[in-house]
């Protein structure tokens, strides 16, 4: 939350005049087999604060954070973010800057059905206002776009995704929850505005609705259909849990952990009856603030990060540096390897699709000035289940998907290829995460049950939308020794039959740079909302990449170098983001540029025949344009064009002639484009009469 400079100096405590501490010897404390503690990689640097991050579809993860490294509120103009992507797999880091006028650091976060991000609101002005802008990023081509505005500004919004595939928007300010719909657009529930802590941690429940668990004590349940209506349930706990962290580590079950004065606390909430029923579990060894619950491939949880003393933002004195694991099956948490860097105040956790967890960020904020924190870099936590139990240090085999389908629908059965099968003792889906201010705002651990035979698996998709909202899902395997596969990326919809393909695709030039291009429409049986252009460049060319999502059967695409041959390939997506098979492949090369035309040039004024007095100014007028380029100068001549009065390089263009001397005279405007191009006006005959 946002404190004035006084009150961020109050509640950090002794931070003021703390040091660092001794990353290794927080590391030498919980020192021990990697079997039993796991192992942190090393601290990389990163482009960015990791201030919020979320899972993509293609493995890879975005991070964004504000436009600089200092609080926010320092900064005059907020017409930007820095973003990034990070590809586990190498290492690499892509700028995405959101450069579409707006700051979206403290904005809501979650993933469409077909996996791409939406985000509500952010970050106005140095007054720490909200924007009512929504953003959409899209994975497969690294672009952000603007979505609908909302009915007001949300700054720390959370985002849930529904039942339906709709996403929920709630808090950031306006107390009115709105609705993303499926068709893209916004709808207020405006029967059910109630005034919640920011980022409110909501979870769609096995009854349908939005459970509300916190971070304070009451919990209360949302039903988003027409206006929306609460129901309010007893109190979760006595404990306020402000930058507390919650998971949804099984079927209608959330365990919520610490927050408030770093408590040491945690509950389970049970969500599976006509009332919620709250149980005490085991408390975390260390008490944490500013921490984050990450579910992992098995289903226990994770808690990383945070401080111990109570502090409100940043603690450096008292920094947790040790993970924590709990075991849904105990109850029971265990300690494990402590990470180097200090994670606080706007730091973030976030499963990999490999069983790894990233952790990264911290800073930004005017206490994290006067303390000197900024972490502006990252580690991956390698769990303990990734390793041999034997004490040696090396990764144990692991299980391996080899072949599983791309979608499934609700209750239906679905193969499972693994060489393993026969070791296998859990099937799970998990839903990429997405989190920011210690929220992860729409992971859940979904067990499947499954049966196992000859090279594979025969597994169960989950029963309804209420079990897991449509969308992506990471789906593992884990055996016998407790080790998870790398996962498969599952999308879960109630819609699984894709288009048809698009046919009589074509491609023609349709001007210079532009290749115009039709195809016939795909059918779907619930309709088909629009198309996937694909274009790669050179005769014969076989590595494309998407360029466009039109609605239309047609396409324009222009900007595109001349006499250049281009390939084009089409597909059609329903609803539900089934993508149908690809179209045959068009090709067809741009027309060559043409010859440059002079531009248009007049004298407007004096008339033909004009006559003036002795020794006159005469100012000259003339219009110009050009229908390739434009106009540099325009340039006046008299004497029939042999001799120049001067010029004139931007519009109205004009030039006075002073004094002029008596008798008859031609005037002339001679234009020149920005390619050297000249055009020339026709002549105007004028007379100065003699002095009297």
């Known amino acids: 939350m946002a404190h004035s400079p006084a009150e961020e100096r109050q509640l950090a405590r002794s931070t003021l005049a703390a040091t660092a501490p001794d990353a290794r010897a927080a590391e030498a404390a919980a020192a021990g087999p990697e079997g ?66 707006y700051n979206v650091f403290c904005s809501g976060l979650a993933h469409l059905e077909d996996g791409s991000i939406f985000l509500a609101g952010g970050n106005k002005n140095a007054q720490l206002q909200g924007i009512v802008q929504t953003h959409i990023f899209d994975s497969d081509t690294n ?27 709630t808090e950031g300010g306006p107390d009115m929850p709105e609705v993303r719909k499926t068709d893209g657009s916004l709808r207020a529930l405006n029967t059910a505005s109630l005034n919640l802590p920011l980022y409110p941690w909501m979870d769609v429940a096995p009854d349908g609705r939005a459970f509300y668990s916190g971070p304070d004590q009451t ?74 619950l990450t579910v992992l491939a098995d289903g226990t949880v994770l808690a990383t990060g945070g401080n111990s003393s109570g502090a409100s933002l940043v603690d450096l004195n008292n920094g947790v540096y040790s993970a924590e694991l709990w075991n849904p099956a105990t109850g029971t948490w265990t300690t494990l390897a402590a990470e180097q860097a200090t994670r606080q105040y706007h730091s973030t956790a976030l499963l990999l699709p490999d069983g790894r967890v990233l952790s990264s960020g911290g800073g930004i904020c005017g206490t994290c000035d006067q303390v000197g924190y900024l972490a502006k870099n990252a580690q991956v936590f390698t769990p303990p289940y990734l390793f041999k139990k034997d004490g040696s240090g090396q990764l144990a085999p692991r299980p391996a998907i080899a072949g599983a389908p791309a979608r499934v629908a609700y209750g239906a059965g679905f193969q499972i290829d693994t060489p393993d099968a026969a070791a296998i003792r859990k099937v799970g889906l998990l839903r990429l995460g997405a989190v920011t201010h210690s929220v992860n705002m729409e992971q859940r651990y979904v067990p499947l049950t499954f049966t196992a035979g000859a090279g594979g698996l025969a597994a169960t998709a989950p029963a309804n939308a209420n079990v897991a909202p449509p969308g992506v899902y990471m789906l593992f395997i884990v055996d016998a020794s407790g080790v998870p596969s790398v996962a498969k990326m599952v999308t879960v919809a109630s819609d699984t039959s894709p288009p048809t393909a698009p046919t009589g695709l074509t491609a023609a030039p349709g001007g210079t740079g532009r290749l115009d291009l039709g195809w016939t429409a795909s059918t779907d049986d619930v309709g088909v909302t629009g198309y996937r252009v694909e274009r790669c460049q050179g005769p014969g060319c076989t590595t494309f990449a998407e360029v466009a999502a039109p609605t239309a059967t047609t396409y324009s695409d222009a900007g595109l170098s001349p006499s250049t041959t281009y390939r084009y390939r089409v597909r059609a997506v329903d609803p539900s983001d089934n993508r149908s098979g690809y179209s045959g492949i068009a090709e067809a090369t741009t027309d060559a540029p043409p010859t440059n035309q002079p531009p248009a040039v007049s004298i407007t004024s004096p008339s033909e025949g004009a006559s003036f007095a002795w020794h006159s100014d005469i100012t000259i007028n003339a219009s110009a344009s050009d229908a390739d380029g434009t106009v540099q100068k325009v340039e006046f001549f008299r004497a029939d064009g042999t001799v120049k009065l001067g010029e004139d390089t931007s519009a109205p263009y004009s030039f006075r002639w002073r004094k002029a001397a008596s008798g008859s005279d031609t005037l002339r405007a001679k234009a020149t484009d920005n390619a050297g191009a000249g055009g020339i006006s026709a002549p105007i005959h004028i007379t100065v009469r003699p002095r009297r």
């Open 36 to 101: 039993d503690v796991g192992q942190w990689g090393p601290l990389v640097d990163w482009p960015v604060v990791g201030v919020h991050v979320a899972l993509l579809e293609n493995g890879k993860v975005l991070a964004y954070d504000s436009v600089g490294d200092n609080a926010t509120e320092t900064y005059p103009v907020h017409d930007h973010t820095r973003a990034t992507v990070w590809d586990p797999a190498t290492g690499t880091q892509t700028p995405v800057w959101v450069t579409t006028g």
């Open 219 to 292: 919990m209360r349940s949302l039903n988003p259909a027409g206006g929306g209506s609460w129901q309010a349930f007893g109190q979760r706990d006595s404990l306020d849990r402000n930058y507390g962290s919650r998971a949804l580590y099984d079927v209608g079950k959330i365990l919520v952990a610490g927050g408030g004065s770093s408590s040491k606390d945690a509950r389970v909430i049970n969500l599976n009856g006509a009332t919620p029923q709250v149980s005490a579990t085991a408390p975390m060894a260390f008490g944490r603030r500013q921490h984050n």
């Open 143 to 169: 672009t952000w776009s603007l979505g609908p505005n909302m009915a007001a500004g949300r700054w720390y919004p959370s985002v849930t995704p529904l039942n339906n595939g709709e996403m929920l928007i």
